[in-house]
T-cell receptor, first 112, second 114 residues
Framework: GENVEQHPSTLSVQEGDSAVIKCTYS??????FPWYKQELGKRPQLIID?????GEKKDQRIAVTLNKTAKHFSLHITETQPEDSAVYFC???????????FGSGTKLNVKP | EPEVTQTPSHQVTQMGQEVILRCVPI?????FYWYRQILGQKVEFLVS????????KSEIFDDQFSVERPDGSNFTLKIRSTKLEDSAMYFC????????????FGQGTRLTVV
């Protein structure tokens, strides 16, 4: 099955700085890569996703990049704000396999 | 905005007892999932369900677990004989399509086995 590794496990940045979280995956057939944000005690919520036919996707301060050859993808948050503080999970899914493989999570702390 | 809803939000049960966790997926979704998250750890896949049958399950989903869609709206997870290590947050999720589409998560049920 798929194995998703996520780094770092914790990340502390100053407000206004950028944050980068990286994930690697093992199954070359995986072709959908969502990122979920989970605030303390709340449900995971999708913040951005990317499919294997594109290399980069951006939504305001959030971007995701995908390197299919190296089997890794990254989440980039620019101009971080305290409300970005949460745990972020990456995931990898193979089309038509109904099973999300999640990374271990990154706890992001944005210091005001 | 439609949401996945789960009940109860918190359940405390004695070891060895049966529990049923309930979920109402988003109404036009066809794929349903259960995940669990032990405190401080990653979200782990348990099972996916489509067309009234299990489509995939993990090694965690052993014989003590079962899922059911008893009517057109509910999706349940039953744990037959709970163990201390079943204590976790259980999330239900649903998606309109399988595989590469967004899964919407419920708010979770915190199960505490004592």
């Amino acid at each position: 099955g798929e194995n998703v590794e996520q780094h770092p496990s914790t990340l502390s940045v100053q407000e206004g700085d950028s944050a980068v979280i990286k994930c690697t995956y093992s199954d070359s057939a995986s072709n959908y890569f969502p990122w979920y944000k989970q605030e303390l005690g709340k449900r995971p919520q999708l913040i951005i996703d990317i499919r294997s036919n594109v290399g980069e996707k951006k939504d305001q301060r959030i971007a995701v990049t995908l390197n299919k050859t190296a089997k890794h993808f990254s989440l980039h948050i620019t101009e971080t704000q305290p409300e970005d503080s949460a745990v972020y999970f990456c995931a990898a899914i193979r089309y038509n396999f109904n099973k999300f493989y999640f990374g271990s999570g990154t706890k992001l702390n944005v210091k005001p | 905005e439609p949401e996945v809803t789960q009940t109860p939000s918190h359940q405390v049960t004695q070891m060895g007892q049966e529990v049923i966790l309930r979920c109402v997926p988003i109404s036009n979704h066809l794929y349903f999932y259960w995940y669990r998250q032990i405190l401080g750890q990653k979200v782990e896949f348990l099972v996916s369900f489509y067309n009234n049958e299990i489509s995939e399950k993990s090694e965690i989903f052993d014989d003590q677990f079962s899922v059911e869609r008893p009517d057109g709206s509910n999706f349940t997870l039953k744990i037959r004989s709970t163990k201390l290590e079943d204590s976790a947050m259980y999330f239900c999720a649903s998606s309109a399509e399988g595989g590469g589409t967004e899964a919407f998560f419920g708010q979770g049920t915190r199960l505490t086995v004592v």
